[in-house]
């Protein structure tokens, strides 16, 4: 386990951060997508490559620091490997996220927002994703699933628990 | 393709289309052409048609004043005449921007989705020929950071339409010079709002800007710049390719065109219809998506996203046309077409708990009265959702409301107090039961023992 203190952006990440601060007008703005790429690497966003990603984009090291505690796709802390978010806004509540939710808090044995012991899986709930028409839908990690049934959301916690790679992922 | 003139009061069959090869989706057309995404797709079906024509046959004034004669209006929730909003961008040198708003997270709200990850040339020809039109080389598409595929698609195609000579120097041959940038958002749907997408797109915080200056005249990077919703600017290339009249030609006197009705809730098929504007909610509900579900009976419906007010399911309502002008007589809003629906089952009390906690969540913290107040609003609704509310809550709740709207920088803040208002006007003897019985009225916690505290 490498000490916190000690990450660093690989090469293949501070390039494309390079990259990203080329394609806009002004560097500030790509420190959003700078931050994904951080969190893509690391599984979340650590401090020591957010002064990196400040030192690229040639902003305060307290500008990028601001914009990765606002946005919620950004994790602070780690995470499981899988982040299974059940959508628990107004459609998806009309239609059964709670008891999902229940259901996932019961099966993995962790409470809303945990992680699984092995570190494999957090159970957490999200603020609508625009897929009402599906309700209730999840994401595991960036990836949707719809109109998830009881049996299919046991079906998906039961997948993940030995998945490798995201299962959900649609080019 | 050979174009039929609907007429407005001609409705589009209901999705999906159980494989009748008459009907003919306009927006929706991916539906019906399997592999619309590919660009070569997308100009057999006349892709980019639009976006020759505005280049070679039209001063980039002349777009405007097509897309102002063809009446299309604002689909994020506003409503507001798209030409008009192009032609207050001034005639001055220097850099002008577009900004396509996909940050689409509106609870009931859900077109922008299937848009997008379907159909993502027809977004890029829109944006395109909006660049053109008042005078700008680089365009933005801010998505929503959840919509990691919808991003994917959108740089898979910009990459195509550059590799076509669409995006890029010389468009076309005509000395049109434009880019468009992919640009996710990280989870936030304050983002959703307009200054509050610049500042996200600036690189900061999500927090809305004091207007005036309107982003017309100082937008991104204070420059003058355009937004607007990915659904409007899907228009815009039809509008260029069919002409004003034919886009006027559907939809009502107020309201023109054709829009997607995203509804969701307790009905049979819940999904995207595309529908002339001013279609009635019986027609969507009832006739397209098979009434409400269970056999149930309609309780109430939220017309435009969860920031308008409740509707109750009299016939006067379902007979509403939804459109801008005939929704706001009913004492709700448009919006975002976002038509939730409620059965007799739904505790109302429980409905709004869940509406505003998504308020509270996604307060950007800005301003007091809506970040303490959001707060404060949840803790009342939780506490009579379970089974401890106090006499005189009721009043309170509107109380707190009233300090949160009209108070705030942005809409957000105005929105907060909306499911409340609405709902104890018309469901008032709910939250009372609540309040003195400790449980539902209706629904399955009607029926639990009452346990304070725990009546839920």
Known sequence: ?171 | MSVINYKSNQIFPPPPPSGDPTYQYILLKHRVVPGLRKLAVYQKEGGYEGLKKALNDYQPGQVIDLVKQSGLRGRGGAGFPAGTKWSFIPKVGGAKYVCCNADESEPGTFSNHELIENNPHQLIEGILITCYAIGSELGFIYIRGEFARGARVLEEAVKEARAAGLVGKNILGTGFNCEVIVHRGAGAYICGEESALLESLEGKRGFPRLRPPFPAIAGLYARPTVINNSETLCNVPHILRHGPEWYANYGTEKTKGFRLYCLSGHVERPGNYELPCGTTFRKLIYDLAGGVWKGRKLKALIPGGSSTPFLAATDEVLDTPMDFEGIAARGSMQGSAGVIVFDDQTCIVGAVLRLVEFYKDESCGKCTPCREGTQWLVQILHRLEHGEGRPGDLELLLNVGSNIAGKSFCLLGDSAPVPIESALKLFREEFEYHIHQGRCMVGPGANRPVTIGAAH
């Open chain 1, 1 to 171: 386990m490498v000490e916190e203190s000690n990450l660093k952006l690989t090469g293949e990440s501070r390039q494309k951060i390079v990259a990203l601060k080329q394609l806009y007008p002004s560097p500030r703005s790509a420190v959003l997508p700078a931050l994904h790429v951080v969190q893509e690497q690391f599984g979340y966003v650590p401090v020591p490559p957010m002064a990196e990603v400040a030192d690229i984009l040639e902003i305060l090291h307290g500008e990028v620091e601001q914009v990765a505690t606002f946005y919620r796709m950004y994790h602070q802390q780690p995470v499981g490997k899988f982040v299974v978010k059940v959508c628990d806004s107004i459609s998806c509540y009309l239609r059964g996220s709670d008891e999902l939710l229940a259901q996932g808090q019961q099966k993995l044995g962790v409470k809303c927002g945990g992680t699984t012991p092995d570190g494999q899986i957090t159970l957490d709930k999200i603020e609508c994703l625009a897929a009402c028409g599906n309700a209730p839908c999840i994401q595991v990690n960036d990836e949707f699933i719809y109109d998830v049934t009881p049996a299919q959301f046991d079906a998906v916690l039961d997948e993940l628990k030995r998945a490798k790679k995201n299962p959900y992922f649609v080019p």
